[in-house]
């Protein structure tokens, strides 16, 4: 007997009408956990009833209290009929198992009807007393703290990252069981809502223990996502990191937190992870890439998955790169195998984490990624859910065998998800291939020493990362090498993919900004083996024409790195949409990326040629502007020294490559520094043109925006406090039916763009600003339908800003410091290296490949050596220091007069403006009277108020901080999973009223739980799933939402004190208000 | 390519006051989006008509999901639906029950009924406020009056308290509500020079000193309902006028106070009679609920008229009524000095406010 839950029914307020003749209700509840239920009195006819219960106390199994929600339900008590459901409350209880989390739930819930959404408030309190237990068979992981952020969270430090982890649980979906046939829509939502919330507490535990056997305490970057897979059932599925965290001691986190010259640097970096970094992260890899067309057929996939280079697959000028074998070759090598033999022995060397602590990450290898078309069939037994395991399994086995042809050993920013229509299903899984810091890879490798660590590793923390770690002469693909623009030492690649966030101690040029390649394919209707068949031999040519649209786009913005790729492809029955969205920087350590060159096919046109001119100054234009938007303006390197051979300290340790690295070849590559080879598109058909057309109808952001989908926003550093999370949800019907694939490329194309046209729009009173964490999701819900989901934040920041990023932030931070706060290893299981099982489940079809920077050279792809720079390349100023600083200010200026225009405009516009004045005077007026309001209401007549103390204000962000704050105290995971039905569609406002009514309720119960926990944020939110289904003629629709995050209660960052003992007044006050 | 479904749903509530401003006035999202167009919100922003439709759309819902907790503004503030931070939540409760005076000016003094409710067409009509809007000020109306008709205390602090408004708000409704419940006649054509706000400060003084609240602050309806003893006394002051004697007494005190201290001194001393009838007939028949409801009527008629024909400026107005007023004080007979006080009072700033030059 582990545990004790004791829950308190308080009181409730803004309760429906249940009783149509007395316009009152006689409001009971019932409170139920695993199989005991209590009551509590009815107290009748008030629709604001104060029960104020005895403690309803249960005496459970800690596995119980992982697994089970507590339930509670209000009911309408009827004499002479049966009870009516006013609305219920799902409480997960797993933040009070953990001892550093919350102590006691205490709040207002929204009592929530999936019928009827939201009807009314209910305060409950809620306690836990556990025992030890010391059954070392237990079945329970209490204690072990959940994150869903995918960083070290604040305030920790990570003793050890002990790896990968990953569940899944399957069952039936209670919308298919036989019994849904008869009973009403309620039951059957409620039903699925108990499900899911038990199967995620169950997907927990089970996690749970799996980091306990591994001797951890933490999941770090949790990621669990529902499959509904209709009839064949409904699996819910989890990935993780496991970590050991310890508690940063107040003192060591104001250390980490403070830096006496950067005070507002420290505003700046935010990313929590990011503290402290400086050590030399990975060496940088060269993203690469791989001809996707081979891989679709099953059979062969596993063999050809690396064997790529096709002869024409090219990518800029340097012919296919190989040509230079280059110094680093034998250490990299070397210390490729010293990690090599740690990390093999692990089953699956990958971490869900997309920013790290310094030191940790040592290469980066480019994006892995593989796809594969299984077809659903019904999970017979529940409990060995071997085929999904399998699916998983397979898929995971090709991304570490990828990540090793890239030289690399484990996967960063790994992440998997699914797209299902009828009976088929697409697994994706992608990920950052790299090498991790061997000393943090195997114990008694510590003991090597700083010095010895700086005399293998030179590379600056700046550009280290961006340092191939293959072996250039036997690379996975063709590419162009040139030295590292930083360092100037070791060889970097032109183009760098990633899944990851943008490392903090990254040298970077100029801003970034989002860059999405977007498409679509029509596909014949199918079914079963046919319909896989289909659409795994669509996948390659899709992953295909993202990759150039990716890569064109982001030579058009005259960038030479992504980072927080996230490809989607969603399939539905007669089309199949892609989406990939990064975050595009240029990287000082990178070449700068050559221009794009328009080639005609036909000569002696004229009117082409005149046409290809054309076309080809639109490009050079929108280049040449684009590098002022982003105000990319490298140091040019001066050719005698990038020309000028590089000393070469460690010619004497080329022991382990046999091949002749000759100083010929150096200087045969050197040759090729300095030019900026251009990227051509040739056009020789109308689909090009609207390629390119399309290239360039991609709107910039608005002046005074900027937007990007990781983390932190490259270039911008004083973010103010001001945050704006919102959710946008927009369906397209596709009226005619014999769409083109182009003309649907270009319906898609607009509306991604129109969306985010709508939130520059929407959100422009707080310019300047930045929409971060961009996070866009796509379905194809019916045939005719695409919907696009998008959640984000908007951060403000400081317009006078200075440019200047808080370099010696970095630099100031010792190594010795580094060292003590980060004692990573990493646990090694020396079990099993995993037995690649046949698969026994169907499969239609595989597709992998890796997320490459060349390109597949069809026809349109001509290599052209371009002698000397082209004019709109070259960056005006030579030398290092770059005026930003004009720039902000004309900017500023220019953004002044907009709203001094705007400001003229307004008060021309008739009687609004006035009005605003004349409020701007009630208001203040207003505020001084509002409390005396309330005391006084209340003894006026008690019956009419609510005893509600103010509301808390709970922020919410995608990102793992809010700015200008520190997360003191991180209260638990939050994950919650929301049907809302109706029958009346119209009457609620169509579906957009509908669903816009379900988010905002969604919204407001996330917040609900986490003030109720004590916090006051909600960090690393995310919107997984929303499942929208209509039916308009029936005048019904129904909603699945599921979302999840990590709550938190945040001090601003000024502030010295941590203020929680304001909240535990607020909570008191609140618990208190309700009593009375 | 319809766009089937278009929301956008921020954690804290996005509200543009432009737009909430055309929702109150009632326009239709179309009309809307013309209106902002015109006000220039485009050349603000890099935006199309699309955008701006869109935009429109998701605020008007937005509002009127919020209408509900609107009509309740004490719900505002605690519930949880959407997070609206206070000074916002001031803003938009204090403009909902904003009204038009064009329009208040129309019903004020009518039953808030069904019946009045069916000629808002008209009122729409003739005043220029869209229907909707119109409505919606009508419903503000009716359900404040609900409200503070079952209440005990002062008025406009219960309007204040319970629906979170400005003061000057609530001295608004408080006016309308007093006149609803005792049906002045405003609507009459002498009247129509008189504005809503002549009407509110007129209320404001009658809630103020012949109410029952006036004497008493604790009983139900203390506000809303004349005083009726005080009406009943009223009745005394017949004497003033019915006693030949008192008449011409207080008619040469007056008018030695006065000679010499205006040009209008002579119409004063022909008028005196006249008018003193006048004022003091009003007095003696508020006992009638016909003649409550012509009150405004009958200050108009029986003296303002009178007055402004003669070209009597507000100085002359303000110097008889003193004098008149005062005067009665130092005829012996008169006894009832303190009902004078008070109805005299709220007659003289009544007048004095009504009287435009």
């Known amino acids: ?1076 | 390519m319809a766009v089937e479904l278009d929301v956008f749903v921020g954690n804290t509530t996005i509200m543009d006051e432009e737009v909430y401003q055309l929702w109150l006035d009632g326009y239709t999202v179309n009309d809307a989006v013309k209106a902002r167009m015109d006000a220039g919100v485009l050349e603000e922003c890099e935006a199309d008509a699309d955008v701006l439709l869109s935009d429109t759309m998701d605020q008007y819902r937005t509002f009127q999901m919020c209408e509900r907790l609107l009509q309740s503004p004490a719900k505002l503030a605690n519930q949880l639906l959407f997070q609206i931070t206070p000074h916002r939540q001031v803003m938009l409760i204090e403009r909902y029950y904003a009204f038009d005076d064009t329009f208040v000016r129309e019903v004020l003094g009518k039953k808030l009924s069904k019946g009045t409710k069916k000629d808002l067409d008209d009122i729409s009509a003739k005043t220029g406020v869209t229907l909707k809007s119109c409505r919606r000020q009508f419903d503000n109306f009716k359900r404040v009056f609900k409200v503070v008709e079952e209440l005990k205390g002062p008025l406009v602090e219960n309007i204040r308290q319970h629906f979170l408004l400005s003061d000057k708000l609530a001295r608004d409704y408080a006016a309308i509500v007093f006149f609803a419940n005792n049906r002045f006649e405003t609507g009459k054509k002498k009247l129509q020079y008189l504005t809503f706000q002549d009407f509110a400060l007129c209320a404001g003084q009658l809630i103020n000193n012949w109410t029952v609240g006036a004497v008493d602050n604790m009983v139900e309806d203390m506000d809303v309902d004349l005083d009726k003893e005080f009406l009943q006394e009223l009745k005394e002051l017949k004497i003033l006028i019915a006693d030949k004697d008192l008449l011409d007494q207080h008619k040469s005190l007056v008018c030695t106070a006065l000679r010499g201290k205006t040009k209008a001194f002579a119409e004063m001393e022909a008028n005196f009679k006249n008018l003193s009838r006048g004022l003091v007939n009003i007095a003696t028949k508020l006992t009638n609920t016909k003649d409550v409801r012509d009150f405004f009527i009958d200050l108009v008629e029986k003296f303002i008229e009178p007055c402004r024909s003669d070209r009597w400026t507000a100085a002359d107005i303000k110097l008889y009524l003193t004098h008149y007023t005062n005067s009665a004080h130092i005829l012996d007979p008169f006894k009832h000095q303190a009902v004078w006080d008070r109805y005299m009072g709220v007659i003289k700033s009544c007048i004095f406010i009504m009287y435009h030059d």
């Open chain 1, 1 to 1076: 007997m582990p545990g004790k839950l004791k829950a308190k029914i308080v009181a409730g307020r803004h309760l429906p009408v249940m009783d149509r003749a007395s316009d009152l209700t006689d409001a009971f509840v019932e409170v139920k956990f695993g199989n005991t239920t209590f009551k509590t009195d009815v107290f009748p006819k008030s629709l604001n009833p104060q029960w104020n219960s005895e403690w309803f106390k249960f005496e459970v199994d800690d596995e119980d209290l992982q697994d089970e929600p507590l339930q509670i339900t209000v009911l309408d008590h009827d004499t002479y009929s049966a009870n009516d459901a006013i609305g219920k409350v799902y409480i997960d209880i797993d933040p009070l198992l953990c001892t550093e989390a919350a102590s006691v739930i205490s709040g207002w819930f929204p009592i929530y009807d999936t019928i009827h959404g939201i009807r009314g408030e209910i305060n409950v309190l809620v306690k836990v007393e556990l025992f030890n237990d010391l059954n070392r068979f237990r079945q329970s992981s209490c204690g072990v703290k959940f994150f869903c952020t995918t960083s070290i969270p604040r305030g920790y430090r990570a003793a050890m990252v002990h790896g990968f982890l990953e569940e899944l649980v399957v069952n039936e979906d209670p919308e298919y069981q036989w019994i849904d046939r008869i009973r009403t829509p309620r039951a059957s939502n409620e039903a699925r809502q108990r499900l899911i919330s038990l199967m995620s507490g169950e997907l927990q535990r089970k996690i749970g223990l799996k980091v306990l056997e591994m001797g951890g305490n933490a999941v770090v970057g949790y990621l669990q996502c529902f499959d509904l897979e209709g009839e064949s059932g409904l699996v819910v599925r989890a990935i993780g990191t496991a970590c050991t965290l310890e508690k940063l001691t107040s003192g060591s986190l104001a250390s980490a937190h403070t830096h006496p010259n950067t005070a507002p640097a420290s505003n700046a970096c935010n990313s929590p992870s990011k503290d402290g970094k400086e050590s030399p992260l990975a060496h940088g890899c060269r993203s690469t890439h791989n001809s996707p067309v081979h891989s679709a057929c099953s059979s062969q996939r596993l063999s050809q998955n690396f064997s790529v280079s096709v002869p024409t697959l090219i990518f800029t000028g340097m012919g296919s790169g190989g040509s230079a074998g280059k110094e680093a070759g034998p250490l990299k090598t070397l210390l490729r195998q010293q990690t090599q033999t740690a990390l093999e022995q692990r089953e699956f060397p990958f971490f869900t984490l997309t920013s790290f602590p310094p030191g940790f990450l040592v290469h980066v290898g480019g994006v892995v990624s593989a796809r594969s078309v299984k077809l659903l069939d019904r999970i017979h037994n529940p409990d060995e859910p071997e085929t999904r395991d399998a699916w998983w399994e397979e898929i995971r086995q090709e991304i570490k065998s990828h990540a090793k042809a890239l030289g690399c050993h484990a996967v960063v920013g790994y992440s998997e998800n699914t797209s299902i229509c009828e009976e088929v299903c697409i697994l994706s899984a992608s990920g950052t291939a790299a090498i991790l810091n061997h000393r943090y890879m195997r114990e008694g490798c510590l003991d090597i020493g700083s010095t010895d660590q700086r005399f293998e590793d030179p590379s600056p923390p700046s550009c280290g990362f961006c340092h191939i770690p293959y072996d250039e002469l036997n690379m996975p693909f063709p590419a162009q090498l040139t030295y590292c623009y930083n360092c100037r030492r070791q060889k970097v690649p032109d183009v760098l993919f990633t899944t990851i966030d943008l490392p903090a101690e990254a040298a970077v040029t100029g801003k970034g900004c989002l860059i999405q390649a977007r498409l679509c394919r029509l596909k014949k209707k199918a079914q079963g083996e046919v319909n896989a068949t289909v659409i795994s031999n669509l996948l390659p040519f899709m992953e295909y024409e993202l990759h150039t649209q990716l890569m064109n786009k982001l030579k058009l913005r005259s960038m030479n790195a992504l980072f927080g790729l996230h490809i989607q492809i969603s399939v539905g029955e007669n089309m199949l949409l892609g989406l990939a969205s990064a975050t595009g920087v240029y990287l000082t350590a990178l070449p700068a990326p050559g221009g794009i060159q328009i080639a005609g096919k036909t000569t002696g046109d004229m009117s082409n040629e005149q046409h290809i001119l054309t076309i080809q100054k639109r490009i050079n234009d929108t280049i040449a502007r684009n590098k002022e938007l982003y105000q990319i303006n490298p140091p040019e390197l001066t050719e005698e020294g990038v020309g000028s051979p590089i000393p070469e300290p460690r010619h004497r340790s080329r022991l382990f490559r046999s091949h002749s690295e000759s100083s010929d070849e150096v200087s045969e590559l050197d040759l090729s520094h300095g030019k900026k080879d251009a990227f051509v598109l040739e056009i020789d058909d109308t689909d090009a043109v609207e390629d390119i057309h399309s290239l360039l109808t991609d709107a910039s952001p608005p002046a005074g925006f900027h937007s990007c989908n990781t983390e932190t926003m490259p270039g911008i550093y004083n973010w103010t406090t001001a945050v704006q999370m919102f959710t946008s949800v927009r369906v397209l019907r596709l009226s005619n039916a014999n769409l083109s694939n182009q003309s649907l490329n270009k319906i898609f194309t607009d509306l991604c763009e129109n969306l985010l046209k709508s939130f520059y729009f929407k959100l422009r009173s707080m310019v300047p600003c930045c929409l971060c964490h961009l996070n866009f999701n796509v379905a194809v819900p019916e045939e005719e339908l695409i919907q696009v989901s998008v959640t984000a934040v908007a951060m403000t920041f400081d317009k006078d800003q200075t440019q200047e990023r808080p370099a010696e932030r970095f630099i100031t931070k010792g190594g010795s410091e580094t060292d003590e706060q980060l004692q990573f290893s990493l646990e090694l299981c020396a079990d099993s290296s995993s037995t690649n099982s046949q698969p026994s489940s169907r499969i239609s079809g595989t597709v992998s490949l890796f997320t490459p920077a060349a390109k597949l050279c069809q026809s349109q792809l001509v290599v052209v050596h371009s002698t000397g720079v082209p004019e709109n390349t070259i960056v005006s100023s030579r030398a290092a220091s770059v005026d930003y600083g004009s720039f902000a200010d004309r900017c500023s200026t220019w953004l002044e007069l907009l709203r001094l225009k705007a400001h003229t405009i307004r008060r021309g516009s008739v009687k609004t403006s006035r009005r605003t004045q004349s409020l701007a005077h009630s208001v203040s007026s207003l505020e001084h009277c509002s409390p005396l309001t309330e005391g006084r209401s209340r003894s006026v007549r008690s019956s009419r108020s609510f005893g509600g103390s103010p509301v808390t204000m709970v922020k919410m962000t995608p990102l793992s901080f809010l700015p200008g704050t520190r997360n003191i105290k991180y209260l638990g995971i939050i994950n919650m999973f929301f049907i809302r039905e109706t029958t009346s569609l119209r009457e609620e406002g169509g579906v957009s009223g509908f669903l816009h009514s379900f988010i905002a309720e969604v919204f407001a119960m996330v917040r609900a739980h986490v003030a109720a926990l004590g916090g006051n944020a909600v960090v690393s939110y995310s919107m997984k799933d929303c499942v929208l289904m209509e039916n308009p003629n029936k005048n019904q629709a129904q909603c699945l939402i599921n979302v999840s995050g990590d709550a938190v209660i945040y001090v601003r960052e000024t502030d010295q004190e941590p203020t929680a003992s304001m909240t535990n007044m607020g909570q008191s006050l609140c618990a208190a208000d309700g009593a009375t």
